[in-house]
């Protein structure tokens, strides 16, 4: 008797254990089929705007990502419908617009005619979202060449890289034997940009380079900065170092000027190739970790990511010539974030 009643309520919970599992499943598979499908996209031109609206069939949420010649549109846990219908209009912006499903997510990819900047609004309780498309405004690329073209010529003093030996001691291992430059931009008597209230660039790269590289020997990097004070260095010298010492990477920080005090945002530039991948890397995590404006990920031939032997990039996580981001910039919490992406960044590289 004692015996059979053990067994009646070893199956009850059995019985009730399978159906807590399958109503689970059942859930989970409804939330999947029961997400958002994109059912219609339409372009549109208005007041020299290009506009995509997309149409959906339940809330959205969509976020960009730019690429050097597209803009690729990604909405989280939504499906691409199968009758899916595309309204193109002539523009001097847009190339093509296509779709695809990447797993669970549903991606509208635009390719582009030229350099742009965008904006997504999503409409919620409407199931629609708005890509507002615009001619991209900015000079970062010849105020560098600009610089550059200074520097070059300009006599700088002897470089004096500090080396950061890597933390053995923590758990974290994962850049174990990995080389890396950090190039803080500017310094001495080459100030780079002013912010909106009057502070040198060479600071503020200065600040965030010296945290990138403890978070970088925490992981086990060996850490080399080209300066750790307000020296100035030679773009010739910063390159001929990272070549010489064999780094696994190289990294230039920069902060952002425009002429405009509205620019604002994250860009991030390679031009080898071979570093297009670290680039891309780190850009997605300062794009969605530091949360502002995404500007693109962007090829340009600066002088030491043209130069450097190894995947090497540039980051200019925000605009010190806007006033909020300037703010932003002289936080060490923020500094901070930059630092924690940026190392995420590597680490997924690698
Ligand atoms: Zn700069």
Known sequence: MGKSNKFDHFCLRLVICLCLVSCILYLGNTSVAQGAEISKIEAKRDRGFDYLDVYTTGNVSGNGLLLENELQINFPNAKIS?????????SKRIKNISTKQVGSTARITVTLKKNIDYEIVNVFGRNKAVVEISDRLDYTER???????????????????????????????????????????????????FSYSGMAEKHFTLATA????????TAGATVYLTRTSDRTCRLQDIVAFANKVGAD????????????R??????????????????LAIHQRLKNELKRKDRGLRRAMFY???????????IEPVYISNKKEEKLAGSQNFQEKIAISVTRGVKSYF
Not at 82 to 90: A, D, G, R, S, Y
Not at 262 to 279: D, H, I, N, Q, V
Not at 305 to 313: L, S, T
């Open 210 to 217: 010296k945290k990138i590289a403890h978070h970088l020997k």
């Open 262 to 279: 509205k620019f604002a945002g994250t860009e991030t530039y390679y031009y080898t190739p071979r570093s297009r991948k670290l680039a």
């Open 143 to 193: 105020i560098m060449a600009a610089w550059e073209k200074a520097n070059l010529k300009r006599s700088g003093q002897k470089l004096e890289p500090y080396k950061y030996a890597p933390i053995a001691s923590g758990k974290d291992k994962s850049l174990k034997g990995k080389i890396i430059v950090i190039d803080p931009g500017h310094g001495g008597k080459d100030p780079g940009a």
């Open 249 to 260: 990477m190289f990294i230039s920080i920069h902060y952002n000027y425009g002429y405009n």
């Open 304 to 314: 030491t990511i043209h130069h450097a032997r190894m995947p090497a990039v540039l």
């Open 82 to 90: 199968p009758k899916i219908e595309i309204l193109t209009k002539k």
